[in-house]
């Protein structure tokens, strides 16, 4: 969806719909959508500077990273962002410590759903884990542990820290 800057009412641009992406576009490789992504957000217009604040809302399935069992991830993402035109960038070459958080638009035009998914790829967690506790696999007879069908009793050590249970003796 292309915002036209040049187009926005002074009072701004409310948009409230439904984005369709696809699961490919994401991240996250072994997420899925469940719903379409919902955004309610405001587009304002000052000067040069387009602001765009509002909230993204989804649900995905995703795979735990140690059970490897799906779960449903809920996402409700507020952001407040503030676009330069692209033209302002291209008189300075160095990338300095402020201007690495700036965003950019170009030819007057805003694309609406890429900074909806991008919102919403900015949300996902570096290893999903379908609860904080979650124990994963039985490295022995491969059942997940949280279900209690392993009774496996693993009381092997590491034999790399063998060296460091010997005692130590005084140089003295």
């Not at 304002?44 to 059970?67: N, P």
Request: hydrophobic fraction near 40%; proline fraction near 6%.
């Amino acid at each position: 969806m292309l915002i036209d800057i040049d187009r926005l009412p002074k009072e701004g641009l409310r948009v409230s719909r439904d984005f369709e992406f696809l699961s490919l576009d994401l991240v996250e490789e072994n997420a899925v959508f469940l719903e379409p992504a919902h955004a309610d957000v405001t587009v304002r217009l000052a000067g040069d500077e387009v602001y765009v604040q509002g909230q993204v809302t989804a649900r995905l399935s995703f795979v735990c990273s140690r059970c490897l069992t799906p779960f449903e991830f809920p996402v409700a993402s507020r952001f407040d962002l503030v676009y330069l035109p692209e033209d302002v960038d291209a008189l300075s070459e160095e990338l300095s410590d402020e201007k690495i958080d700036q965003m950019f638009y170009s030819d007057r035009q805003l694309d609406l759903r890429a900074v909806i998914l991008e919102q919403l790829n900015l949300t996902f967690p570096a290893k999903p884990l379908c609860s904080p506790d979650c124990e994963g696999i039985c490295a022995v007879c491969g059942e997940i542990i949280r279900d209690a069908h392993c009774s496996c009793l693993v009381k092997e050590s590491n034999p790399r820290w063998n060296k460091l249970k010997l005692p130590v003796r005084d140089k003295s």
